[in-house]
């Protein structure tokens, strides 16, 4: 696809809110990258690296990588794409983490995904993924053609720790907290759009109009 821009989107909205899904739709069907940290962290504790080893309990306990740690890890990794048009999910998660975005790379377009909350912790239950894709699998909505494995390669799906009830309401309530003023941080930038629904299939076609009208 021709642009006359690269084009550096972000994508917010709190924990199992649909980013990854709607993520992966996204880059399908524009062809830009996708970058997110929480499957960068996780094949990192997969693959037992240092980064791995040092990050490990702060996503078993659903909580935040310290901001120097992700920031440092981050800008590492957009180096690597910078001219390529992207899709960021995951990071920035605080406003320290924003400010460094920016002075990094200012995006052109946040889209906010509005989700209920009792949805949300009613969804994580039945959420299963395929870690070194990253592909997200819901029981009774996007079911695998074959429960337990990946619709692409075969392999095992798994259930992350951090989808145990305990920890997702601790990440609930850190988005809450942390993550909240990363929505008012972009809005007064003017770049932030909100998209609501309950399902990923309701906000698609919110987020594909959204992103034609931009002409890419
Ligand atoms: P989902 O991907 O379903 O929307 P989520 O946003 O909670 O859920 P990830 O983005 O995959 O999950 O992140 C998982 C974990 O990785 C977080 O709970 C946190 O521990 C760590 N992490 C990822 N990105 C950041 C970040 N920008 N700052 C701090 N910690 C992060
Ligand atoms: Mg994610």
């Known amino acids: 696809m021709l642009r006359s821009k690269l084009l550096k989107a972000l994508i917010l909205g709190a924990p199992a809110s649909g980013k990854g899904t709607i993520s992966t739709r996204i880059v399908k069907k524009y062809a830009i ?6 499957d960068k962290l996780r094949d990192h504790i997969e693959r037992k690296t240092d980064l791995g080893k040092e990050v490990q309990s702060y996503l078993s306990e659903g909580k935040l990588v310290p901001d120097d740690v992700i920031i440092k890890f981050m800008v590492a990794e957009l180096k690597k794409v910078e001219n390529q048009a992207w899709l960021l999910d995951g990071f920035p998660r605080t ?3 924003a400010n460094a975005l920016w002075k990094l790379q200012p995006v052109d377009v946040v889209l906010n995904l509005v989700v209920p909350f009792d949805i949300i912790i009613d969804r994580v239950k039945n959420r299963w993924i395929h870690l070194s894709s990253g592909r997200v699998y819901n029981i009774g ?12 390669t075969g392999e095992d799906l798994i259930q992350r720790p951090d989808d145990k009830p305990d920890a997702v309401k601790k990440r609930l309530e850190i988005y809450d907290r942390m993550t909240r003023p990363v929505i008012d941080f972009y809005l007064e930038k003017g770049i932030l759009k909100n998209f609501e629904g309950k399902t990923s299939d309701e906000i698609w076609p919110k987020v594909t109009q959204y992103l034609d009208s931009l002409k890419l």
């Open 33 to 38: 990258e996708h970058v997110s940290s929480g």
């Open 95 to 97: 406003v320290t983490q």
């Open 141 to 152: 909505f996007n079911t695998p053609k074959v429960i337990g494995k990946d619709d692409v």
